[in-house]
């Protein structure tokens, strides 16, 4: 059997929640499609489908996804293709973002909207019962209690499984967990955006909170086939174009460290995407890394990251790197 084609086999406990997820998981923000505030461009659906079905076949058993991606279409997309699976992975999806009928995206954590957000994600996914259903942004901050007692009542009807945060802060999960125990937490971590390792991973780490960690090549920017001839040739409606760490002086700084991960990649048969994420579950709190694919060629092309483990060697290298960068100016 072809490296291709191998499966994974480990997963790891999520947390309380009793499930077993492989260390990475397909995410799916881009497949969404274009045209509203946080797009990658215009995606084929076919493609989207494709990598959804190339996930599985690698043995990935999770998916996250969201309803505000693509205002609805990743999780009609994620739903058919799911529904053509001879064995579901688990999906996770949230709440908090809602959108008019000019895609025009707010956030509502009222316990009305919650449960409205839910049917509707139940109906996208052609579910009866969520997996895992998160808040996506703790905001409007005034209301995090309020949609955390709406998930945890439906969590006790049966129409989700297990509940979970995203993006949320130490003292905003334990204000949640007066009222039910925070079970799965989805936090930004990579080595561009490492800072929920001072206070972040080791709180959940103490608290048995399973942790799937987004962004972990930075959307992209630290997966080896980034360039700036690539950055400007991106669809205007592509949010990456609005980011500081795509845009000069940060991006240099990037595109350094991403050729430092393809020199110890090359020691492993790893691409630099692949150590990105590999970088993210050496953390001993990270239970997990969801990994977006928009093609099941980016599929093959990070799962073996689920199997690499960087040594310590590695590990020293990339520190070494960070802290030999000046100060940035701007």
Known sequence: MSETHE???????????????????????????????????????????????????????????????????????????????????????????????????????????????????????????????????????????????????????????????????????????????????????SLIRPEVSKEILPYAQEHHIGVIAYSPMYSGLLSGTMTPERIRAMPGDDWRKRDPEFQEPRLSRNLALSEVLREIGKGHGASPGEVAIAWTLHHPAVTAAIVGGRSAHQVDGFVGAARLRLTQDDIQRIQSFQSEQPPLTA
């Not at 989207?48 to 690698?58: D, G, K, P, V, W």
């Open 7 to 189: 499966r994974l086999t480990e997963t790891r406990e999520f947390g309380r929640t009793r499930m077993h997820i492989t260390r990475v998981g397909l995410g799916t923000w881009a497949i969404g499609g274009g045209a509203w505030a946080y797009a990658w461009g215009p995606q084929d659906d076919s493609q989207s489908a494709e990598a959804i079905h190339r996930a599985a076949q690698r043995g990935i058993n999770w998916i996250d996804t969201a309803p505000v991606y693509g205002t609805g279409h990743s999780e009609n997309v994620v739903g058919n293709a799911v529904a053509r699976l001879e064995t579901r992975p688990h999906v996770f999806t949230k709440v908090s973002l809602i959108w008019d009928q000019g895609r025009r995206v707010r956030s509502s954590l009222k316990a009305e909207s919650v449960r409205s957000e839910v049917a509707a994600s139940r109906e996208r996914l052609k579910v009866d019962k969520i997996d895992l259903c998160q808040i996506h942004w703790p905001e409007p901050e005034k209301e995090i209690e309020e949609g955390w007692r709406a998930l945890a009542d439906l969590k006790d009807a049966g129409e989700i499984a297990h509940i979970g945060v995203s993006n949320f802060s130490v003292a905003q999960m334990e204000r949640l967990a007066r009222i039910e125990p925070v079970e799965t937490l989805q936090p930004p971590f």
